[in-house]
């Protein structure tokens, strides 16, 4: 009896989501990045989902372990490349739960795809398959000392750890971020990058910089004619070179950047995009009560590509 | 940039594998059908899942809502669904665990396939796709009488409960046992029905008789030349009209029947598959320390297709 075996349903029935990587160390900002956009496109039209769900091993069975959760062995990284695949075809997936507060894997939970798909965690640019999945690809990274303190502050008071366990953990870490997270930069269309502007001395709370490293391998909006490389403007952008050599672009946005110079630039990235919708004002929050216009605009510029993949419809093509 | 979604290993690096289901509802004797195939042909070639694992709730949700575990509402079958496919690729699945113990979704478990996956459950031919993913569909329904007496023999011996809440159980079930789990008997290519004969005073501890259904649908060993109508053995085979009139082979095995006629006939059915091996002896274990022909000649039926299958690259070529 011959039996057809095919993914039947992605064929005709859904309609393919954009989707968006954000790779990036543990407590690197990639859950403030994505609330931001996500809040931005409404909850209902997006799923965000967090890869380091596909852990393989609990926390007690970790202990026993030569390596730590960022090693792709300790990582069901087969699934998550196959859940990346489903989702980017419009299907649903059953993905794993890891519980950060109890580190135990729980009962998994129903995904399916809404317009836009943002996939966070430790490895989802770790290899080609699932960076096959991605129409935008992020890498977050911060310098080591901001992300160390984050580290540091979130697991304390959030997952009930002591610093020097904290500390402890970092360390044992370190060899195998080198090795499996950091990497990932080197796949991503968009690096982004907040710290402090050496030599600087800003008043305290000013936030943080960033510097985004805009790669040709998706098109970013033209905004080399409204922002000259002029050192005196709190954001520019600058033709720089990758670590390759490759030209790129180097949008900074300086912590101190007034709210006014900020929404002229957020205003004009926005009418590239030439949709008929407001300039959307959930953007910039630091989850701490402040705002930040370097966070505000690295959401918008990724927000940007969202609505200009969907737009051009890019995703549904390159799917066939 | 375009981006090629492909489920790409499935090309090339997997073997698909030989994919059988057995239907039935709770307490049919799946289980001890399925035990015996894996143990003839060794678990490091077989693997055998659960599709009850799919439950979408756990038995304290399933409480407050209106309708039971039976219920495909109350299952992931559109997941259910796309693992059957993956599988019958040969992909890995990270699969959903419920536990009949604690009655709770446990942490899901990777399950690789083998050469033979055999897929037991309530709802494994429920829809088209789930069908299209099996090479060998069975359908087991004992005579109601005979599966009541198995699920309170079982359900309160190990999972815990009293004689009243099975048979309260049963009795909230039928409606959904019409409507979803025995209308998969239709899609089978084996109906097998364990009964005592009427009419007949065996002495007591006589296995049940076996009636199979050997539907045209898949090309069975032909066994008309050893095994004629008369009804003076206690194995025969006759043919028979199926539910819609079409004719199909019944073979009926009749408790009775003694060990020496019942290795003739499974000698035959193993020689006509031609391979260079012994009949396997693990076949016929009742799992009370009895041994029962009717199931042995059952299960070796079911072991001449899975094998027939892979020899013959027929579920190879049908899922090209």
Redesign the interface.
């Known amino acids: 009896?011959?039996?057809?075996?095919?993914?039947?349903?992605a064929r005709d029935k859904q309609k393919?989501p954009v989707m968006m990587a954000i790779a990036g160390d543990s407590a690197a900002g990639k859950t403030t990045l994505t609330k931001g956009l996500v809040k931005a496109l409404g909850p209902e039209r997006v799923t965000a989902i967090c890869v380091d769900d596909y852990h393989?091993y609990?926390r007690q069975e970790r202990k026993t372990l030569p390596f730590t959760a960022l090693h792709p062995d300790c990582n069901?990284v087969?699934?998550m490349e196959?859940h990346l695949?489903?989702l980017?075809?419009g299907?649903?997936?059953?993905k794993?739960v890891y519980d950060h507060d109890t580190g135990?894997?729980?009962?998994?939970e129903?995904v399916e795809p809404r317009d836009f798909v943002i996939v966070e965690g430790l490895l989802p640019l770790h290899t080609r398959?699932s960076r096959?999945?991605?129409?935008i690809a992020v890498y977050l990274g911060p310098p080591e000392e901001i992300r160390r303190k984050w580290k540091i502050a979130r697991d304390t008071q959030k997952r009930g750890y002591q610093p020097e366990q904290v500390a402890a953990e970092l360390e044992r870490r370190e060899p195998e971020s080198a090795a499996y997270i950091r990497p990932q930069r080197a796949f991503a269309?968009l690096v982004v990058r907040f710290a402090p502007i050496a030599g600087r001395d800003d008043p305290p709370n000013t936030p943080l910089s960033a510097e985004l490293l805009l790669r040709p391998?998706?098109r970013h909006p033209g905004l080399s004619t409204i922002l000259d490389s002029s050192e005196r403007r709190s954001i520019h952008l600058k033709m720089s070179r990758d670590e390759d050599g490759r030209p790129c672009d180097a949008l900074h946005v300086h912590g101190y950047a007034p709210i006014e110079e900020s929404q002229v630039v957020q205003k004009a990235i926005w009418s590239r995009l030439g949709v008929d919708a407001e300039l959307p004002d959930a953007l910039g929050d630091l989850g701490t009560g402040q705002r930040s216009e370097p966070l505000g605009i690295t959401q918008l510029l990724l927000l940007y590509h969202l609505l200009d993949a969907q737009r051009s419809g890019?995703?549904q093509?390159?799917?066939q």
Request: aromatic share 4%; glycine share 0%.
């Open positions: 009896m011959p039996k057809l075996i095919r993914m039947e349903r393919r393989r609990d069901y087969e699934i196959q695949q489903l980017a075809m299907e649903p997936i059953l794993p135990l894997l729980a009962r998994p129903l398959i096959a999945c991605f129409d269309d391998t998706i890019s995703h093509a390159a799917a």
